[in-house]
């Protein structure tokens, strides 16, 4: 059997994604334990038109993106779009976890899974959303994490309609609008968006709120290392990350 040679000897993860997202392939590969790469599939996600109608296009080109992953011969897969989970639903996104295992053969998550298990295995229950969103997906994701066993306390969205947007928030604006959102009745933060950088900001977040913070990219992070295997911890981007490994099931 011919092994595995350079970035991706310990594990490779592979993730599809909206092809307007530029924040996975620069910040994965350069906090990631040594050993391990990411490989990248896109789908097409048309700006000019709705988000709901884009998803749903993005969505035709799904089955195509994960085969063109699939021929990296990752250990694991994420499918990394939240929104697509949010409008999907629970069962929806379930449904098309076990799509995504039968076509693959690997394990397979998505973001909203995976932020749903992170909070589970900090001992969260009540939490309050920060995201980039319009008012009509924060009512969504609120739902989607309601039917999934948290307790939505507060949820504020920046109101962006372009996820290229999204993409180029800087930091500090992030930081800032997440303080101003945060409910201290709740018991952990919620920064949402795959295209939003949250993840910069969350060591400062979590020092200076005194809870823990999630974010849809360190979710995707620690999801695609524990199931593919890699237990190591990664320091300085939240509680989630720098835990001792176990499994992620």
């Not at 334990?33 to 038109?49: K, L, N, Q, Y």
């Not at 992170?118 to 319009?134: D, K, N, Q, T």
């Not at 996820?163 to 500090?172: F, K, L, N, S, W």
Request: hydrophobic fraction near 45%.
């Amino acid at each position: 059997m011919v092994g595995r040679a350079q970035d991706g000897w310990r594990a490779r993860v592979g993730l599809v994604m909206p092809s307007t997202n530029t924040a996975f392939e620069g910040w994965l590969p350069r906090v990631a334990p040594e050993g391990v790469s990411f490989h990248f599939g896109r789908m097409p996600f048309s700006r000019a038109t709705s988000i709901e109608n884009a998803l749903e296009e993005m969505e035709s080109e799904e089955r195509a993106a994960v085969r063109r992953v699939m021929d990296c011969e990752p250990d694991a897969l994420l499918y990394a779009c939240t929104a697509s989970s949010i409008l999907k639903g629970v069962e929806g996104d379930r449904a098309l976890i076990a799509k995504l295992r039968e076509q693959t053969g690997v394990p397979c998550t998505t973001i909203a899974e995976a932020i749903v298990r992170a909070f589970e295995r900090l001992g969260v229950s009540r939490i309050c959303i920060a995201s980039p969103y319009p008012a009509k997906f924060d009512r969504l994701e609120s739902d989607f994490f309601n039917s999934a066993g948290l307790e939505v306390v507060d949820v504020h969205g920046l109101d962006l309609n372009d996820p290229a947007d999204m993409c180029d928030v800087p930091p500090g604006e992030i930081y800032r609008f997440a303080r101003s959102v945060w409910n201290p009745s709740a018991d952990a933060l919620l920064v949402t968006c795959a295209a939003f950088r949250g993840q910069s900001v969350v060591a400062a977040l979590e020092e200076d709120l005194g809870v823990p913070v999630v974010t849809s990219l360190t979710a995707s992070l620690w999801a695609g290392l524990r199931i593919a295997g890699v237990m190591t911890p990664v320091h300085g981007f939240g509680a989630i990350l720098s835990q001792p490994g176990r499994p992620y099931d």
